[in-house]
């Protein structure tokens, strides 16, 4: 069965402080390992794939890297506006090919 | 448009009651899905379809069912609604290797 688990579960920063959250997981096969934001009361929003060991993505504050146990999102000097829930999921062929998710990380990035 | 419609975005319903949540895409994926969510537990499947003909369960399927009327269509059913179904229910698509996109939700109160 594939577990993915996300820490820490809330993370509170100061803006400007920098920090990484951590998603890291037990998959058969895994085939891709998805990031998602979600602001309150709406969906998830898609933000990165990462398909294989030693890759990394960035779009604007964010990097998200890739081990074979586990991926880190990286905030760089966060602000406001980052704040959010931050999700990790996992694609794996163990799995049947359907996306399984972590519980999440609330990001509140105080001015 | 959205990729991925939800209706309706909320609904309060008494307890015994049936109650259809629908979904509509417009991105012609063929793997369809229904999550609950609700805080500190993540996303959890209900169910999910491959195809017009494929309908499975996920891993909390009880009390609810599903039918696909199309490719673009995909419909959750509580037969007999109860207070512990109160929750975010989110309808996803994915296509061949790709990321799931997600609904805006519907915020369902059994009361």
């Known amino acids: 069965e594939d577990q993915v688990t996300q820490s820490p579960e809330a993370l509170r920063l100061q803006e400007g402080e920098s920090s990484s959250l951590n998603c890291s997981y037990t998959?058969?096969?895994?085939?891709?390992l998805f990031w998602y934001r979600q602001d309150p009361g709406k969906g998830p929003e898609f933000l990165f794939t990462?398909?294989?060991a030693g890759e990394e993505k960035e779009k604007e504050r964010l990097k998200a890297t890739l081990t074979k146990k586990e991926s880190f999102l990286h905030i760089t000097a966060p602000k406001p506006e980052d704040s959010a829930t931050y999700l990790c999921a996992v694609f794996a062929s163990g799995g049947s090919y359907i996306p399984t998710f972590g519980r999440g990380t609330s990001l509140i990035v105080h001015p | 448009d959205a990729d991925v419609t939800q209706t309706p975005r909320n609904r309060i319903t008494k307890t015994g009651k049936r109650i259809m949540l629908e979904c509509s895409q417009t991105?012609?994926?063929?793997?369809m899905y229904w999550y609950r969510q609700d805080p500190g537990l993540g996303l959890r499947l209900i169910y999910y379809s491959f195809d017009v003909k494929d309908i499975n369960k996920g891993e909390i399927s009880d009390g609810y069912s599903v039918s696909r009327q199309a490719q673009a269509k995909f419909s959750l059913s509580l037969e007999s609604a109860i207070p512990n179904q109160t929750a975010l229910y989110f309808c996803a698509i994915r296509g061949p290797g790709t990321e799931a996109f997600f609904g805006q939700g519907t915020r369902l109160t059994v009361v």
């Open positions: 990462l398909y294989s």
């Open positions: 998959v058969s096969g895994l085939r891709g």
């Open positions: 991105k012609g994926h063929d793997r």
